[in-house]
């Protein structure tokens, strides 16, 4: 009976005491992925919430607010400013008699009146008041009003003296005064409508360009020698042509009003 006694491989049982595999439990004792749960546990993303608690989408932009010192409405003192006028009671006035003073185009502001007064040089780029309540247009210094000048409202009162507004003019105000008393004044086209229009060419050598007028009165006077060298054309309920300068209305005068006289 040496075998069953000694029974050495049965004693020693290596393999089932040590138990190596079952002791350690690498795999399913430790279970490292299950107890750690690391991916479930941190949860990054479900637990930070970024998009969702931040609300990046739905969180006002901070440039939009609104602003609880909003800047005063204009004022017809801010709006004539902001053209370079100067706000007085008759409206925007823009001083522009100095030699060579406001360069640039002269924008009046809309819906109220405008007195702009150019001096030699001064308004090179011309008057726009096609916006304006009325407008007073003075030109009086040589080369003054070198640029195109419109005018709008109710009244447009325009001035030319000595070799001044070589730029076109044109109105379509209400009433329009348009007088080209100076030597050499108004060379460029002129064109009027409205209710009423008055085109005065005192000056010698004035519109030579001609006259287009096509308001519901018209009246156009060319006294001024040389004066009005070019076309006079009139329309409207009534128009009035006086050709009465020396060599003035050159190229003669086209009348299509109801009544022309």
């Known amino acids: 009976g040496v075998s069953p006694a000694s029974g050495g491989t049965l004693g020693a049982g290596g393999a089932v005491p040590s138990g190596?595999?079952?002791?350690?439990?690498?795999?399913?004792?430790?279970?490292?992925?299950?107890?750690?749960?690391?991916?479930?546990?941190?949860?990054?993303?479900?637990?930070?919430?970024?998009?969702?608690?931040?609300?990046g989408v739905?969180?006002?932009?901070?440039?939009?607010?609104?602003?609880?010192?909003?800047?005063?409405?204009?004022?017809?003192?801010?709006?004539?400013a902001d053209?370079?006028?100067?706000?007085?009671?008759?409206?925007c006035f823009f001083d522009c008699h100095a030699r060579g003073s406001c360069a640039t185009i002269v924008k009046c502001p809309g819906d109220q009146a405008c007195n702009v007064d150019c001096g030699t040089n001064g308004c090179a780029a011309g008057v726009d008041?096609?916006?304006?309540?009325?407008?007073?247009?003075?030109?009086?210094?040589g080369n003054a009003c070198a640029g195109p000048i419109q005018c709008s409202g109710s009244n447009c009162h325009v001035t030319c003296g000595d070799s001044t507004?070589?730029?076109?003019i044109a109105s379509n105000a209400s009433a329009s005064e348009i007088v080209c008393s100076g030597q050499n004044s108004c060379t460029s086209a002129i064109t009027c409508s409205g209710d009423s229009c008055t085109t005065t060419c005192a000056g010698n050598g004035s519109c030579r360009a001609g006259v287009s007028t096509y308001a519901s009165?018209?009246?156009?006077?060319?006294?001024?020698r040389g004066s009005c060298a070019q076309k006079v054309q009139?329309?409207?309920a009534t128009c009035t042509i006086n050709c009465s300068g020396q060599g003035s209305c050159g190229a003669g005068t086209t009348c299509n009003a109801g009544s022309c006289l």
């Open 217 to 224: 009165t018209n009246a156009v006077a060319c006294t001024g």
């Open 20 to 55: 190596g595999a079952f002791s350690v439990g690498g795999v399913p004792g430790t279970a490292a992925s299950l107890a750690l749960g690391g991916a479930v546990g941190v949860g990054g993303t479900a637990s930070a919430g970024g998009v969702s608690e931040a609300g």
């Open 83 to 91: 053209r370079g006028g100067t706000y007085q009671p008759s409206g």
């Open 129 to 141: 008041g096609s916006l304006a309540a009325s407008c007073t247009v003075t030109c009086s210094g």
């Open 165 to 168: 507004c070589s730029g076109t």
């Open 234 to 236: 009139c329309a409207g």
């Open 58 to 80: 739905s969180v006002p932009d901070a440039s939009m607010a609104v602003d609880s010192n909003p800047p005063p409405p204009p004022t017809p003192t801010s709006l004539c």
